[in-house]
T-cell receptor
């Protein structure tokens, strides 16, 4: 079946602009995660959605970052007033409860 | 100190070698341990998944967990050039996975 789909695969934006990154999880997966991967830094947790519960936003690095998940399915990660240090690969993953995470191929964000 | 420590490598080995990849961690509450493989410009894919201490084997891959030492390993036997990738260890915290930085492995023919 279809895996986790992320779009766009690449995004180049100017410093100060807003960007939206989209994630389509695997159908039936109630949990959805956003991670950020920077060179040499590993995967950094950003935010976690589980069903209708309030999201765990503890990993968001600043108030410029926000995410929402509509209808328990598609999620959008928004970065406002982008900075050069926001350049990274943004990975989305989904899972069923108690099952391992399945990742998308990520969105490579470059802020110039 | 990071919760999960992993040597970033790179690790370069000849085809057919046995590869040992390792992670240490500090949180004794971790119960689930995973290894993900990530090819260039792709998302991580799950390789192995173990619960608590012990060994788990799947083909050429063996995952080992030593909770008393807070140390996990992934062994790859008869390594192949197609095994060249970044290997990330991950451990389940309260609700989310905590990842190591990943070890870049290159297997040359």
């Amino acid at each position: 079946g279809a895996g986790v789909s992320q779009s766009p695969s690449n995004k180049v934006t100017e410093k100060g602009k807003d960007v939206e990154l989209r994630c389509d999880p695997i159908s039936g997966h109630t949990a959805l995660y956003w991670y950020r991967q920077s060179l040499g830094q590993g995967l950094e947790f950003l935010i976690y959605f589980q069903g209708n519960s309030a999201p765990d936003k503890s990993g968001l690095p600043s108030d410029r970052f926000s995410a929402e998940r509509t209808g328990g399915s598609v999620s959008t990660l928004t970065i406002q007033r982008t900075q050069q240090e926001d350049s990274a690969v943004y990975l989305c993953a989904s899972s069923r409860p108690g099952s391992p995470l399945h990742f998308g191929n990520g969105t490579r964000l470059t802020v110039t | 100190q990071k919760e999960v420590e992993q040597d970033p490598g790179p690790l370069s080995v000849p085809e057919g070698a046995i590869v040992s990849l390792n992670c240490t961690y500090s949180n004794s509450a971790f119960q689930y341990f995973m290894w993900y493989r990530q090819y260039s410009r792709k998302g991580p894919e799950l390789l192995m998944y173990t619960y608590s201490s012990g060994n788990k084997e799947d083909g050429r891959f063996t995952a080992q967990v030593d909770k008393s030492s807070k140390y996990i390993s992934l062994f790859i036997r008869d390594s192949q050039p197609s095994d060249s990738a970044t290997y990330l260890c991950a451990m389940l915290g309260t609700d989310k996975l905590i990842f190591g930085t990943g070890t870049r492995l290159q297997v040359f023919p």
